[in-house]
């Protein structure tokens, strides 16, 4: 296995690297399916005979299991390179979608908690966190650019997956051509097994073309110098280890945590949500099927475009006014989405269009957030350290807005009025990050780690 070690991915001089964004887009884009669940979602429902909350989990044991990955992979990315991360990332994500089809044919869900969730969300961890840091040392000129970059194919991955999973269903489920139809659990089954297959080829296609820079490669015309002139942007270093032990750290952590709940509540049930917002009151809604699987198409255009626009915009702006904007103005859109959202669809479909940018733009910028506060020595497993953040948003998220719901009604007899409760709560999430980011500052110089010549004299301690 020695041709996925690190040594084997340096990029020989010259090299472009303008090269390594595809590579990096070709992992987030099939892991990035995993916002796409909402499509087939119903039919699972259906197939076990469960509630939303039931098969919500299977999403949240996913996401739960992404942060818990990437907290403990970290570091061993960080050491044996992307080209090996990868590569391990395609196995789990592919076996996870095998083990998930076994457990729909066989009518059971704790096979799909086991392979999607368990396995697959350990493949989602990996894979999320093996370019951010190479991405990094690439453009340390546009940090906020890079990980936007990196980050942008996990948003747009939904913008793929949920036409073409409506479309396969359609393909494999000779039903659905009738009124009200709802995929079969076999169509399902068959999907999962298609889409194990694709994904794994398309993630070994970026797992083989991957480079990391030479040890003290700089782009042309890069000062390091610069580097550092904000007020929250450090020339030190933190080790991972010590990072945690920082008020900073969980600030930012509590930061995206409140980001992260309020869109994946709403990116989870975004298909049956657009639905119940303009149903009539004879039960119909104005919003068919295939409008919903559109809408779930435009949402992941722009958890996409947030990605990359927001972050790469905060190179200009800095990380700490950008995590405002998310927050606060997020917070305001929230409320609007609430009281007002169901007069319009196209109000309805802008606010959402915004907040889920604003989603996407959080978790983009939060690696350059964490290089500006601890630097760049051991930032991916920092980053994968944060992510429990999103492993708790992914439990919190859908919990709460599954738990309005199934207070409020059966799927199919619920209106937007079912959802106010749940979406005021996400309001008030947003409202407690938006102060945790405020409270941002420099990361103390005891946690820096020493120059050659200069000793620490003690290991620091945790922050009060």
């Known amino acids: 296995m020695g041709w996925l070690d690190r040594e084997r991915t340096i990029a020989p001089p010259g090299f472009n690297r303008w090269l390594v964004p595809p590579a990096a887009l070709a992992v987030h884009l099939c892991i990035g399916q995993a916002y796409a669940t909402s499509v ?43 080209r090996k991360a990868m590569f391990t990332s395609a196995v789990f994500w592919a076996s996870g979608f095998l083990i998930g089809s076994l457990g729909i044919f066989s009518g059971q869900l704790w096979l799909v908690y086991l392979g999607y969730g368990v396995v697959g969300g350990i493949g989602l961890g990996i894979g999320y966190i093996s370019p951010v840091s190479t991405l990094i040392k690439w453009f340390p000129d546009r940090p906020g650019l ?31 051509g009738a009124k009200g139809w709802v995929a079969s659990g076999e169509s399902v089954g068959k999907l999962f097994l298609t889409l194990a297959v694709v994904y794994l080829a398309y993630m070994m296609f970026g797992a083989f073309t991957i480079k990391v820079p030479a040890e003290g490669w700089t782009p042309a015309g890069f000062d390091p110098a610069k580097v550092g002139t904000a007020a929250l ?88 006014r950008i995590y405002m904007v998310y927050l606060g103005v997020g917070a305001l859109l929230y409320t609007v989405l609430a009281l007002a959202g169901s007069t319009s669809t196209v109000l309805y479909v802008a606010l959402a269009f915004v907040i889920i940018s604003f989603y996407g733009g959080g978790f983009a910028t939060a690696p350059a957030y964490l290089r500006d506060l601890f630097g760049t020595f051991q930032v991916g ?10 492993s708790a948003a992914g439990v919190a998220g859908p919990l709460i807005v599954n738990a309005f719901l199934d207070a409020q009604g059966k799927p199919g007899a619920l209106n937007a009025a079912s959802y106010q409760p749940a979406l005021l709560t996400m309001v008030g999430l947003l409202v407690i990050g938006f102060v ?29």
């Open 40 to 82: 087939y979602k119903t039919a699972l429902v259906k197939h076990f005979g469960a509630g939303l909350t039931e098969i919500g989990v299977i999403f949240s044991i996913a996401i739960v299991m992404l942060g818990l990955s990437a907290a403990v992979m970290g570091t061993w990315v960080d050491k044996n390179g992307p």
């Open 146 to 176: 890079a990980t936007g970059m990196a980050i942008m194919g996990f948003g747009g991955g939904a913008l793929i997956a949920s036409p073409v999973s409506t479309a396969l269903l359609k393909l494999y489920d000779p039903n659905s």
């Open 233 to 320: 942007v450090t020339t030190e270093n933190v080790s991972a280890r010590n990072a945690v032990k920082t008020r900073q750290f969980w600030l930012v952590w509590v930061a995206l945590f409140c980001n992260v709940t309020a869109g994946i509540g709403l990116l989870e049930q975004a298909a049956p949500m657009i639905q119940d917002f303009f149903r009539q009151p004879d039960g119909t809604s104005l919003a068919s099927a295939a409008v919903a699987a559109g809408f779930v198409g435009l949402l992941s255009i722009g958890n996409m475009s947030g990605r990359f626009a927001w972050s790469a915009t905060s190179d200009v702006t800095g990380r700490k």
């Open 381 to 390: 497993a920092i980053h994968g350290r944060l992510l429990t953040a999103w």
């Open 436 to 464: 945790a980011n405020l409270l941002v500052s420099p990361v103390d110089a005891r946690f820096h780690e020493p120059h050659p010549g200069r000793v620490r004299s003690e290991e620091p301690a945790m922050e009060a």
